[in-house]
């Protein structure tokens, strides 16, 4: 991990979003923390849930973001 250049962009590691709650909002990648967000309505990026199994697979992730509590998942019923 290279803390001072950031994380080479690389491609979404699935075809399309998965069924989660983030799926509308923006997806983007962000370089310091070498990971893909999707932006919620209030501006805040929150770790994609699908790009979190990804790198959870290969031993890689970090969940830490400045959150607003908008990437936990709403209740269904
Ligand atoms: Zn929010």
């Known amino acids: 991990m290279d803390d001072g250049a950031g994380a080479i962009r690389r491609d979404f590691p699935f075809p399309e979003a998965g069924d989660h709650h983030m799926r509308e909002w923006p997806l983007v990648w962000h370089p310091a923390r070498g990971h893909f967000e999707r932006t919620c309505p209030h501006g805040v990026g929150h770790p994609d849930p699908d790009d979190v199994l990804y790198l ?22």
């Open 56 to 77: 959870q697979s290969v031993g890689g992730v970090s969940g830490a973001h400045p959150c607003d509590g908008c990437c936990i998942a709403p209740l269904r019923d």
